[in-house]
């Protein structure tokens, strides 16, 4: 039986994965992301260690790749965390290969997306992931594919506009959906509120998102208002894209995801008060494949396209 | 060679035409929409107006049909203008006609952005269609097709909530698009800031949506703040729609698209300054089919899918 392997690129490492055919985990590994020569050595490297663990590589079926950026074809226009330009992945890594096997590109959260989609219990055709970190992501999924968008840069959620006026974003805007519901936009606002004497039961000296909610889940009211402003705004936006799309399903994945229920059910709360009836029914669930999502939907591209 | 027909339904008239089979509009007619026994007089109606123009129904090579309501499959779930409650359409109207004639059911907004997408200049995959009239309607084009949603209810920008409070909509929700951007809106507001004593030309006495944008390029200074704030909303929508969505070209179509660039410029200035970098260069162009939208559109679907 033929072989699938995986890589989701990072800044500062690359996932790589073994599947076999039917899609089952083989062997998961991580090589570090080497940056130098404007991130040239990335497709050396990965090449190394494909033929470190497969090396008779006419046992390939295909190579999965997500990247940080976005994708036409198999072309990433820049992905500035690697230092690529314009490049042909596919071509890039079949030269440091040396072999025309196939190769699939997709930008890392779009596959993340995908690998979600296709993990799902239920058989669906639309959906949409959020990813709650540092910042927010996301991808769409519709017709049961990956929603690339003209450019490459479909799902940027995180850069919904949700207010006139708010604390900068990192692209230059303000009132960005990230700056008040991502993990970073929690901590920020709470500290804010902190050092401006709201009682809590929460200190400067040891504060993180992870503190944040378990402080909420306890009953301090700074937390919960926190965790409820977040919730708030993801609601709302949740509802700007189902007002647009009617999904079937949205996940909600990242970090901030591990409260599980305690935080989605606001989620699901706000939605229903501020989203049109007609789409009120979409259920809003947690993503369930945490940072192996973007290798799972590289596996899943390459055997449902490959 | 064979003919199509196209019938977009509305709450008050039925807007018919017969194409060639090349998409060339031979002739164009209206019949009332007759909403007695339910709206089953429809049927009736629409298949008396095709025995008239076209006796030999074997002529027919489709018939595509606009509904005011959610399309799935055939079937309308409910169509509150009219009467409909869960129609297999394509049926009621073979079943009227005697004929088992290829009927294609899309929802009316649908199958407007189709019809302008096919009467564009260029070859695209992707847009969206804003009507600007009484309320906000909108449609999505996604890979050369018209985009449904899970219900058959996408695109509906006029109920995005773009604000945490406002007037009330009429879906019961505050703070709509089309509380701020629709032409019921402008009229409002201007007839709130006239009472309430801002000096304009305008006057209580004889003021509707084209006045109003008449007194704007006229410089009226109260006119211009209004037609403003409608292409702010409008503007951040469309960012909204374009960061999910990374889309080739939104058109605005409707009544106040009639103010034609005057308008449109202001509602590009205001996307452009409110929406993430990457999606920036999206045309924004004004919609060329006015009412004929729709028809233009039922037909397209016949051709390209009959």
Known sequence: MKKILAFDVGGTSIKCALYD?????????????????????????IAASIRRKLPQLDQIQGI???????????????????????????????????????????????VAAYGEFMAHKKSLASMALLTLGTGIGGGVILDKTIHRGANGVGGEFGHFKMAETGNRCNCGNT??????????????ETMRKLKA?????????NINA???????????????????????????????????LDLELVLIGGGLSDAG???????????????????????????????????HGCMEVVRNHG
Not at 72 to 82: D, Q
Not at 180 to 188: C, D, E, I, L, P
Not at 197 to 205: A, E, K, V
């Open 21 to 45: 055919a039917h899609g089952a985990l083989l062997e998961k590994w991580q090589i570090k992301t080497d940056k130098k020569d404007c991130g040239m050595r990335i497709f050396k490297d």
């Open 64 to 110: 999965g790749i997500g990247v940080p950026g976005p994708v036409t074809g198999t072309f990433v226009e820049t992905a500035v965390n690697l230092g690529w330009k314009k490049i042909d992945v596919a071509k890039a890594l079949q030269d440091a290969l040396g072999e025309a096997i196939p190769v699939f590109v997709e930008n890392d959260a779009d």
């Open 175 to 188: 009132g960005c959906l990230e700056t008040f519901a991502s993990a970073t936009a929690v901590v920020h």
């Open 197 to 205: 004497g709201t009682p809590s039961t929460l200190s400067l000296d």
């Open 210 to 244: 992870k503190i944040i909610f378990e402080a909420a889940q306890a009953g301090d009211d700074l937390a919960l208002a926190m965790v409820d402003k977040a919730a708030y705004y993801l609601g709302r936006a949740i509802g700007l894209i189902n007002t647009a």
């Open 261 to 295: 229920d305690f935080f989605i059910d606001k989620i699901r709360k706000h939605y229903r008060e501020n989203t049109f009836h007609v789409v009120k029914a979409l259920p809003i669930e947690r993503a369930v494949l945490g940072n192996d999502a973007g290798i």
